[in-house]
């Protein structure tokens, strides 16, 4: 089985300001993990992923994230954030080895980034 | 970049009414195509995996008959809502991956809001 934490509902940020927005996954075997973003009545965008190699990833827009296998996590992180990134986060994962085309997303982080 | 485009973007429509929603991608063959089901301030819940040229595969709990899925092309899956109710007032988002990227991204469409009246 696979699943996708987000712990947070809502982070707020001010403008300028590093953000992470957090993220734990758990698989059975290697993980392929995906940051999304969706602005409002809009489908999702795909930030960025990682599939193996270097552990922090470059996406779209700034954004970042890195991959850490011992705490099984993948944050993603902006140096520094604009009003433009407010929006709703969602992280995914799908398992390597599990012979399962699905992609599981997480509940979804709003960002809010505060002028 | 890969753009998937869904059809239409909005519908308000009377109880009893089925409703179709189409799913295309427009630059790229898409085998394996995902509907989404999206309830106000909460995550994405798979409906469905649409199989071009095959039958759907359901996510348990789903009805299959009131969700009729069709992937009759490479570029094309359509979702019917049927004999529509106001509880599946909702927002449906379809998504597509590119034909041999299995681990790769997949790409979604903008959306469809379904209002029952």
């Known amino acids: 089985a696979q699943s996708v934490a987000q712990p947070e509902d809502q982070v707020n940020v001010a403008e300028g300001n590093p953000l992470t927005v957090k993220c734990t996954y758990s698989v059975s075997g290697n993980p392929y993990l995906f940051w999304y973003v969706q602005y409002p009545n809009r489908g999702l965008q795909f930030l960025l992923k990682?599939?193996?190699?270097?552990?922090l990833v470059k996406g779209s827009y700034g954004f970042e994230a890195e991959f850490n296998k011992s705490q099984t996590s993948f944050h993603l992180k902006k140096p520094s954030a604009l009003v433009s990134d407010s929006a709703l986060y969602f992280c995914a994962v799908r398992d390597i080895g599990g012979g399962y085309q699905k992609v599981t997303f997480g509940t979804g982080t709003k960002l809010q980034v505060i002028p | 970049g890969a753009v998937v485009s869904q059809h239409p973007s909005w519908v308000i429509c009377k109880s009893g009414t089925s409703v179709k929603i189409e799913c295309r991608s427009l630059?790229?063959?898409?085998?394996?195509m995902f509907w989404y089901r999206q309830f106000p301030k909460q995550s994405l819940m798979l409906m469905a995996t649409s199989n071009e040229g095959s039958k759907a595969t359901y996510e348990q709990g789903v009805e299959k008959d009131k969700f009729l899925i069709n992937h009759a092309s490479l570029t094309l899956s359509t979702l019917t809502v049927t004999s529509a109710h106001p509880e599946d007032s909702s927002f449906y988002i379809c998504?597509?991956?590119?034909?041999?990227?299995?681990?790769?991204?997949?790409?979604f469409g903008d959306g469809t809001r379904l209002s029952i009246l």
């Open positions: 990682y599939i193996t190699g270097d552990n």
């Open positions: 998504s597509a991956r590119e034909t041999g990227t299995i681990n790769q991204p997949q790409h």
């Open positions: 630059d790229f063959q898409a085998t394996t």
